[in-house]
């Protein structure tokens, strides 16, 4: 019997030019589509400077073949490659010493090198190699060094810890400016970071919860009351009439990173594992080249917390970071992946079920836009063998869906929290209502034609069929009133253009829903977003769902799966399932299984032992 575990997560045979095993290699995503980087051949014990792209939807693999005029990188393995401006950054890493005969004479580096994605060209080689000319600007350019952590934030490339050629630790900081390409700080770090046992990672977006955001404006003093915002005499309205700010609901969303709200880079270590240690430290970009450290190693929580993870991969989602390693234990191995909430600080295991159980996986890497997690591996290898040889293997990807665990990135706002406020105010206040929604009831909610044709496509699509017919019937009006031509009749054989709905009138729109799910369709289209208590019932949503996925409104599909991911619960675990299931959203659906299938065992285990008690 299939575990619900295996419903999360599948595994594929990749193809293409599928890169042999390596060592020390480096990936990086950007959009769809990620890059591999240098290593070392295992066959051949020979470092490679080739570029491998692996596309994360078909799962083939290509060789970028560079132009003859390129200036190459020096082969390297155990660098780092980081992503920027549709560019990827390689630093530092451990190549052979040139002019050598022998592949074991190595040497480390600490050149910056870019690959412009747009042309498909590695930039040349800048001389001063990202020292600035003021005076005493060399000293910031770090040493060379490999095995060492890196991350992009504010326009800056972080590069922590390392070893040097003789495996002595490099306990600092450098700060590279990515605009101004110079080094512009070192710090002090005294903390050993390195690959084999931390990671550093920041995302593309940033979380922002307007929650806290909206309690230091006052939209009351900004746009008026409720009510009377459009009013102008602005009187004050019946507190019954319309909705209070204070009630409205509003959820985390993503937005791209600002000077004010740049993006954390997050640093995760673990050693000594025999008696596990962790370390989780945050490191806040100020608007200059400086930044902050925040310890928040001992705020972590949980029934359980990760084991001792080797070569550990990392990322960011939404609020979640995401944790992936080899676990070695004397009776125990395997490929462990875990999350920490970071809004709770509480650790949760993520469990991938069979496809990575058995077989050799050890680079991991996040899929933003999708919500996935992607594992590379050989499914018919064994972990320990690779593990000893450092080997990385590219012939399986297994994908996890991170959304069907709670973890996903939120969509993010169409307007402001305020301008959302606004066009809940233009619903309620009847502000340019030329046009009527018709519920099932017989009940009538005035509304504005223009704003429905600007944000609801379909609605637009019928408007302008249903004007096309008009014209059309306009033009073959007859000249005298005694030509009376045949009826067009619906169905007529040889007419090929579409009608519109005929629920659509000049002046109205026959919705067929109760009055509830009409008006919270309504203040969707006028707010783009999901505020109000109605919005938020549950029986309120599930409709909204329906709704989104017949008329196919992607944005309010994804805000009412973000608000069923929040709202999940024992009591609302069994409506989510059965809406999910018919609105085919996979992932929603089987986060709510997994939590039915929980209170159905938990009953179980209470009848039991009740029966135990009964039968004593």
């Not at 390596?22 to 490679?48: C, D, I």
């Not at 409720?226 to 959820?251: E, L, N, Y």
């Not at 699509?461 to 009376?484: C, G, H, T, W, Y």
């Not at 009848?607 to 008690?613: H, K, M, N, T, Y």
Request: proline fraction near 7%; include cysteine.
């Amino acid at each position: 019997m299939h575990s619900i575990s295996d419903l999360t997560t599948f595994c594929r045979k990749t193809t293409g030019d599928v890169p042999p095993k390596l060592v020390g290699a480096s990936t990086t995503v950007v959009g769809s589509k990620m890059y591999l980087f240098g290593g070392r051949l295992v066959t051949e014990r020979r470092m490679v400077s080739d570029l491998h792209v692996f596309d994360l939807e078909t799962f083939v693999w290509e060789k970028i073949t560079p132009s003859a005029e390129d200036d190459i990188p020096e082969a390297r393995y155990f660098h780092c490659t980081e992503t920027w401006n549709n560019q990827l950054i390689v630093f530092g890493g451990m190549g052979s010493t040139p002019n050598s005969s022998s592949p074991e004479d190595l040497c480390v580096l600490n050149d910056v090198r870019f690959f412009d994605l747009s042309t498909m060209h590695w930039l040349p080689t800048t001389a001063t190699n990202g020292a600035s000319a003021e005076s005493g600007a060399e000293t910031l350019v770090p040493k060379p060094r490999y095995a060492h952590l890196s991350s992009v934030s504010a326009d800056r490339l972080f590069i922590i810890g390392g070893q040097d050629l003789s495996n002595v630790w490099l306990d600092d900081i450098y700060v590279y400016d990515l605009l101004g390409r110079a080094w512009v700080q070192r710090r002090s770090f005294p903390h050993h970071c390195g690959t084999y046992r931390s990671v550093a990672v920041s995302a593309n977006q940033r979380v922002r919860l307007p929650q806290e955001e909206v309690r230091s404006t006052d939209a009351t003093a900004m746009l008026g009351p409720p009510g009377a915002r459009f009013r102008p005499d602005m009187s004050p309205p019946s507190a019954q009439a319309f909705t209070s700010s204070d009630s409205f609901v509003h959820m985390p969303y993503s937005a791209p990173p600002t000077d004010d709200f740049p993006n954390d880079i997050y640093l995760y270590s673990n050693y000594n594992f025999t008696d596990v240690k962790r370390e989780f430290e945050v490191f806040s970009p100020l608007p200059d080249t400086d930044f902050t450290i925040t310890d928040r190693s001992t705020d972590m929580t949980g029934t359980s917390f990760p084991p001792g993870l080797r070569f550990p991969s990392g990322a960011i989602l939404g609020t979640h970071f995401i944790i992936a390693g080899t676990y070695l234990a004397h009776t125990y191995q395997s490929f462990s992946i875990w999350a920490l909430d970071m809004l709770t600080m509480t650790w949760s295991r993520i469990d991938s079920g069979s496809a990575v159980a058995t077989g050799s996986w050890f680079r991991a890497c996040l899929w933003a836009e999708a919500n996935k997690f992607m594992i590379f591996g050989n499914r018919n290898g064994n972990l320990i063998e690779d593990y000893n040889r450092r080997l990385l293997s590219w012939d399986h990807v297994a994908v996890i869906d991170l959304e069907s665990f709670g973890i996903y990135q939120p969509p993010p706002l169409q307007i402001d929290v305020p301008m959302q406020e606004f066009g809940l105010s233009a619903l309620a206040e009847g502000v340019l209502a030329d046009f009527e929604i018709i519920c099932d009831d017989g009940r009538k909610v005035k509304c504005s034609r223009k704003t429905l044709e600007d944000r609801w496509p379909w609605f637009r699509d019928q408007r302008n069929k249903f004007l096309a017919r008009a014209r059309q019937a306009i033009e073959i009006l007859p000249s005298s009133s005694m030509d009376v031509g045949l009826p067009d009749l619906p169905g007529t054989p040889g007419s090929s253009e579409a009608r519109p709905d005929p629920r659509l009138t000049p002046r109205a729109f026959n919705l067929s829903e109760p009055y509830p799910i009409t008006l919270a369709l309504l203040q969707y289209f006028y707010s783009l977003a999901l505020i109000t208590p109605l919005q938020h019932a549950p029986a309120v949503l599930s409709q909204l769902l329906i709704l989104s996925s017949t008329y196919q409104i992607h944005h309010l599909e994804s805000l009412v799966k973000h608000a069923m991911h929040r709202a999940l619960s024992n009591s609302t675990s069994v409506g989510v399932y059965e809406v999910a299931t018919l609105c085919s959203c996979r992932s929603l659906q089987i986060r709510a299984l997994k939590t039915v299938m929980v209170i159905v065992s938990n009953t179980e285990g209470l009848l039991s032992r009740a029966d135990i008690v009964l039968n004593s």
